[in-house]
């Protein structure tokens, strides 16, 4: 384990383009207009939020789309602080799950609109169960992005 | 149910950052030792179950092809069996049915990943798709530290508690791992050291975190038949569980976690199980986390759910506790991801056959070995037992 | 063999580009087989799937994010990957148990969504060596068809035969990505994209979610009264390094070897009535069936000539159109059963085969110049 020979250095880049289909075409047009849809499963009454098809659970398909609230509770959060090859989000960062209002599944996005720059500062604002609002871009491209993060409300 | 089946030999390479060989050199390593631990030959073998982590991770697509040889499997029958990071307890459960079905007597299962050859964090960020959750999950600690906090917030545990259990962890797994000739990461550490740490995604820090590892493991499953007639001290499979849940992170609770509750009691089911702490006498855990590590043993049924904390610091789950988890070092000492789940079992199968050396639990006879995998989303378990 | 399995139902989609996501595909597929099997989601005790991490469209560790789209939300569940034909003989083995009385088995792959086959194929190449000389499935194929053509004097009209046959074959086979009429002429002359393969002798990139239900002997009866008995199964894999190997000596002789046995097939071409082969390169399908044992070494030319693999001939291959036809990559494998299957229900549609099918063959390959082979004997 000691000496080590040689070895060669590579990289593999692969493109693809990826179909959103109808229910999450719907759910990033409604993005795009600032919207965040939900929608109910018709066995269970769950909502989902993002969308669905279908009931993970019940296996049959959803029924009612509903636009969720914009407001949620914060369930979890990560500050992130470390870097890797690929990273798609530039740290700090701070990963949170959300319960938006009404719906009964969290919901993954950013926490942000707080000074990142000083993690024991940020430890002190950000609190499991504070109550955060969606802050959407100027620029939407029916995107996830089309939320920049969610702030403290 | 099916025909018994039980493990006759085990193999591991020397984990750690292995650019002495190739990753062929590295899988073959592992296949000598198995061979070597049984006095069998590839000749024995009736058929061979490989698997590792996704292509991306070396960058070398459906490896059972570049590797056919290194694992003796030319002219084979072969299964390619991979779970994301239950990928090793998931080769196990394969090679247990094809021998319980009967379809085979001899099987011969490989797990492997040479993580120093590519870069694992980036890897696993491709788990994600790019619709929702890839610009979210920072990894995998991303993942484990927002689990961890629910965990904690649910139970009203004090945070220094946590902390202070989650560091024991650190402590007792590295010194745990100077007696595995095996382990990667051998390095004296104190509760100090873990909780000074460097943050990675609070509040897990780097002594709470696995390494990233090169490493392999071959293990050989057997008949009825072939355990009498090799006469081979075997390690019985007693139980065989494995659940997962869905893709969207956000759409399951995490800590009373029904892919981990449910696995284990399908498992313990099958062995007759009724009180784990008391019958088991070793678990192999997958324990890539510290914090994580606990809320393991509260979903196997080791103590209460919130409990686990307190039974930490009282020292239940060291190697002279009541129940010696990872006596190995563990995930935490060693992480070659495709092949870490197969580790678990082959510890508990050196465990269970007083084969263990340095790290031997005395007497032990009925253990558990556990892998999980995808976005906190897969388990595994296997239990392995001295007697049928 | 301890326990007998059967398949009772089987769906797929079209091989053309859809425009569903690659989540609600999977999702409606699992709803189809499970609505023609009569069960629900809580009647199936365990599922084996089938993919492949480059071809899923850039998404790792592919049973991640599929998982609740096979029906799988707290089920025990796993994964085979790169030949979908595994997941088949996975998910018999987990009956065969007795652990479980109920399986799906399903493979997912949108080619459409994918890189270039070639793209893919070549990350089975080593990085040291192969990867950089370009080895890929088709350069490879290649290889073998030189090969073959020089050793036993097979012509490239009598390859070319194939594709003309198998894409006549898939105008009946609505699912079919490719098909139509078309001359020798047509196929020798289309573009040469690596000699002496031409762009129609190789097959499409294709979408194919392919999913079957499985049960227990005893559970059978309660589901249907045409069951097809999976009645044996085998694989073998060969040398990495293409120039270790006998590339017109491979190891499909042994994976077929396992599978007879266990089926109690003595005489191939007289015990089995029809087979689905994977043949991604059209002078494959004669080299396979010379190993299946449907024709002597060295005779595919003779036998493609003869008519005899013809839909309504001796030994009817790929009535489907096989995989010239429909290349769902990791599907294919288990696509070649599912066709097996209705054949020998007579629910083939159009591409039915005129004969009585009592036995049929699935072939399933894949690696460099078929380095992995399985086999899957099916019958009534």
Redesign the interface.
Known sequence: MTKEFRTVKTEIRLPYELAYGETWTRFFDGMQEKKIYGNTCPKCNRVLVPARAFCPRCFVDMDKWVEVSQEGTLIAWSYTNYKYYGMPTEPPFIGALIRLDGTDVNFLHLLGGIDLSNFEEVRKIVKNGMKLKAVWSDDRKAHIMDIKYFKPV | MGRPVAIIGVGQTYHGRRMDVSYPELVREAVMAVFKDTGLTPDDIDGVVSGTMPSMMEGIALTHFYFADAMQAVGKPIMKTETCGSTGVSIAQTAYYWVSSGAADLVLAVGHEKMNEGNSQATMTTVAEPFYQRYFISGAPGVFSMQSQMWTARYGIPEEKTRDAAAFISVTHHDDAFDNPYAHIKLKVSMEDVKNSRIITYPVRLLDVCPNSDGACAVIFASEKMVKKLKKKPAWVRGVGYRGEEYFFGDSDKVVWEAAIQAAQQAYDQAGIRNPRKELDVAEVYNPFTFQEMLFYECFGFCELGESPDLVLKGTFTRKGELPCDPSGGTLCTNPIGATGLIRVAEAALQVTGKAGAHQIPGAKLALAHAMGGVDQFNGIMILGSEL | ??KRVAMIAVAQNAGTE????????A?RV??EV?DKAGM??DDIQTIVSAS???FH?????????????T?????????????SL?AL??G???I????YDTALVISLC?G????PLD??TL??????YF?NVGLTETLAAALQMRLYMEKYRISEEQCAKVAVKNLRNALGNPYAHKKGRFTVEDVINSERIADPLTEMQCAPKSEGMVATILVSEEKAKKYTNKPVWIKGF????????IGDRELLNG?LR??AK?AYKMAGIKNPLEDIDMAEVTEPYAFQELLWCEDLGFCRKGQGGKMIDSGMTEKNGEMPVNPSGGVLANNPYVSRGLQRAVEAFLQIRGEAGERQVEKKVKTALAHGV???AG??HAVAILGR
Not at chain 3, 71 to 83: P, T
Not at chain 3, 123 to 128: I, R
């Open positions: 063999m301890a859809s425009k569903d996501n690659f989540y609600d595909q999702y699992t709803k499970l629900t989601r492949s991490d480059v469209g850039g998404i790792s560790c592919a049973n991640s994010y599929y998982w609740e789209t029906g799988a939300f707290l089920k025990n569940a796993s994964r085979q990957d790169g030949e595994f003989f996975y018999a083995m987990r065969m148990t007795g652990h949108k459409s969504e994918n890189p793209t893919c990350m089975y190449s080593d990085p040291f990867r085998g694989s073998s894999i060969d040398s990495y390094g190891q042994q994976a396992r894949h690696g460099f380095q992995c």
